[in-house]
């Protein structure tokens, strides 16, 4: 299979998609994934074209995005290098696929439109994970962007093999942690993470578990759905599920014991700053919220969320063992 830009692949290339909302748990996902041999994590792509060729936000191994001697060689083999890359015209392609078009996705008759206007912008994609498989020689390739519309761009390629880890937790506990002012230090000095209120949150919360649900749940054999609290109390047996999902096997996991995991340097471009943790960490639930977070966000949390608080049993109490 030719991309177009003199990279040969003679096989589709596996990327496995991690979706869900924000606050739960992907960026750590993403990072213990990327540290299984023949995986490679990219940390959230989607932004690559803003966040790294325009802001220059540091690479996960902890370099500015261009010093990267990873991606330097990944968009060299790609697109020539940096500097032969429109950056405005990659942003205004991707943003033909944003969450507000996602109705638009889900309507048959709306398809074909949908699906010419992405036409370019999955040309400009296939070459860049050829490469990102090329020059890593990986055989997976993680991606933890997010976005169910992305999702949708990535499934459309000849040339993935896509698999989607969808990712859910509570949204109390989401909403809680969007309140928090949260540094972020990858992307420069004195800068903070964005926040939501939990109307926004959770509404937010609705459309991309709902539509995560109506885009892949159908799929079986390719898609895992993946409560956040299940994971951080038993994550060796997250990671088995997830490995069988993609039909991978690893002689060695990179767990220390039950709830430790030992993180090296990754080359993430986007996420939260945790995706900059390495060495020994303890997976731990982050359930704050339960003690902590105002009763009037839990109601109105609640209120908006409740069918899907149903869905996905959290109206049960959840007690789990160490």
């Not at 699906?115 to 050829?130: G, I, K, N």
Request: glycine share 6%; proline share 5%; with cysteine.
């Amino acid at each position: 299979m030719s991309t177009g830009n003199g990279l040969q692949t003679n096989s589709k290339i596996k990327v496995l998609y991690i979706t869900g909302w924000g606050r739960s748990g992907t960026t750590l996902l993403d990072n213990i994934l990327g540290q299984v041999d023949g995986f490679f994590s990219v940390g959230e792509l989607r932004y690559i074209w803003d966040r790294n060729l325009i802001d220059n936000m540091l690479c996960g191994c902890g370099r500015p995005f261009n010093e990267c001697p990873v991606w330097t060689q990944v968009l060299h083999r790609a697109f020539g290098g940096i500097d032969q890359i429109d950056v405005h015209e990659m942003i205004r392609l991707r943003d033909r696929a944003r969450t507000r078009h996602l109705p638009l996705m889900l309507l048959p008759w709306e398809k074909r439109l949908v699906e010419h206007r992405l036409t370019e912008y999955r040309a400009v994609l296939s070459q860049l994970y050829c490469a990102i498989h090329s020059v890593t020689k990986s055989r997976v390739i993680v991606d933890s962007s997010k976005f169910p519309s992305y999702g949708y761009v990535l499934a459309g390629m000849p040339m993935v093999d896509l698999y989607i880890v969808h990712l859910v937790r509570d949204p109390r506990g989401v909403a809680y942690s969007w309140l928090k002012r949260k540094p972020q230090p990858d992307r420069g000095q004195d800068l903070y993470m964005e926040r939501f209120d939990p109307f926004k949150s959770s509404m937010i919360w609705n459309t991309w578990n709902l539509t995560a649900e109506a885009f892949w749940n159908r799929t079986r054999q390719r898609y895992m759905k993946l409560r956040y609290e299940d994971f951080v109390w038993r994550p060796q047996e997250a990671m088995n599920r997830i490995l069988n999902l993609v039909q991978e096997e690893a002689d060695d996991l990179p767990f220390v014991d039950t709830r430790k995991v030992r993180l090296g340097i990754n080359h993430t471009v986007s996420g939260n700053p945790n995706r900059l943790n390495v060495g020994t960490v303890e997976i731990r639930p982050d359930e704050e919220w339960r003690s902590r977070m105002k009763l009037s966000d839990k109601a109105i949390v609640t209120a908006l969320t409740w069918p899907l608080l149903i869905k996905y049993k959290y109206f049960t109490n959840i007690h789990h063992s160490s």
